[in-house]
């Protein structure tokens, strides 16, 4: 099974920063890479697809990039609305893998 | 767009449980379909995945063996069984849609609780 693994698993910032999250594979896994973003008691939302591609709706501050094995997801000015859980999930192949997450906070 | 999961409750170890997925607002038979559940505090785990006619399907380890994911395309619902239940099987699942080109999950229910408890 490909391992995926997330840091920061907390992270506290203020509205305006520049956030960024890492995530690795244990193995490669071209670009088949998603992100999610999740808010307490609702459902993740998919953020990120073929880790660079912005999902239509998701906001343009949310950008992402990597290949192989590590892969990054940044928000260039964080806001309110993006206080949340985020995780990323591998498709390269079964099992599914996620993340263990990033909890971003307000500091 | 809408999926809505049903069938969630409490169980006690070693039972059964049936949960629904009713989607609605898209063509259900278009897309493979999966549950992914999520332990109380924790992250996301995948469980199961079913493609558009229902002739194949993947389990997580976790669950091969006793759980077994189905589909009615006719009344656009997709289902799990579970069985065997156990403690650690505790989660809200979700009830999630991936297109046919890639295994990503571009829309979710608002999950059913299952608690496994004696």
Known sequence: DIQMTQSPSTLSASVGDRVTITCRASQSISKWLAWYQQKPGTAPKLLIYQASSLQRGAPSRFSASGSETEFTLTISSLQPDDFATYYCQQYHSYPLTFGGGSKVEIK | ?118
């Open chain 2, 1 to 118: 767009v809408q999926l809505g999961e049903s069938g969630g409750g409490l169980v006690q170890p070693g039972r059964s449980l049936r949960l629904s997925c009713e989607a609605s607002g898209f063509n259900f038979d278009y897309y493979w379909m999966h549950w992914v559940r999520q332990a109380p505090g924790k992250g996301l785990e995948w469980v199961s995945r079913i493609n558009i006619d229902g002739s194949s399907t993947d389990y997580a380890d976790s669950v091969k063996g006793r759980f077994t994911i189905s589909r009615d395309n006719a009344k656009n619902t997709l289902f799990l069984q579970m069985s065997a239940l156990r403690a650690e099987d505790t989660a809200v699942y979700y009830c999630t849609r991936s297109p046919t080109t890639a295994t990503i999950f571009d829309q979710w229910g608002l999950g059913t609780l299952v608690t496994v408890s004696s």
